[in-house]
């Protein structure tokens, strides 16, 4: 019913940037919380961060300062901004939304993934 699609990942050298993109469509009445989370090799998932549909934004602590996440609610789309990379952010990054399905309904979503790999 709702799909996530994201863009923006590849391969950066230590301390560039990039942006990572990802849109929500499909049937859904609106999109409510929407974040980023990250898996590296041999780990756990982790939150990067999130934003709420009011613009509140919460992050990890390992990106606060280097990271910014912002959305277009009328594009349904979130954004991350990933700055001062470091080869530790090398990870799959995945975004994912809760999207208001129905009256009471409220269901979770995630994207495919995306690859960012940080190296010289």
């Known amino acids: 019913q709702v799909q996530l699609v994201e863009s923006g990942g590849g391969l950066v050298q230590p301390g560039g940037s990039l942006r990572l993109s990802c849109a929500a469509s499909g049937r859904f009445f609106s999109i409510n919380d929407m974040g980023w989370y990250r898996q590296a090799p041999g780990k756990e998932r982790e939150l990067v961060a999130v934003?709420?549909?009011?613009?509140?934004?919460n992050y990890a602590d390992s990106v606060k300062g280097r990271f910014t996440i912002a959305r277009d609610n009328v594009k349904n789309t979130v954004y991350l901004q990933m700055n001062s990379l470091k080869p530790e952010d090398t990870a799959v990054y995945y975004c994912?939304?809760?999207?208001?399905?129905?009256?009471?309904?409220?269901?979770?979503?995630w994207g495919q993934g995306t690859q960012v790999t940080v190296s010289s």
């Open positions: 994912d939304a809760d999207a208001v399905v129905g009256l009471v309904r409220v269901d979770h979503y």
């Open positions: 934003i709420t549909s009011g613009g509140i934004t």
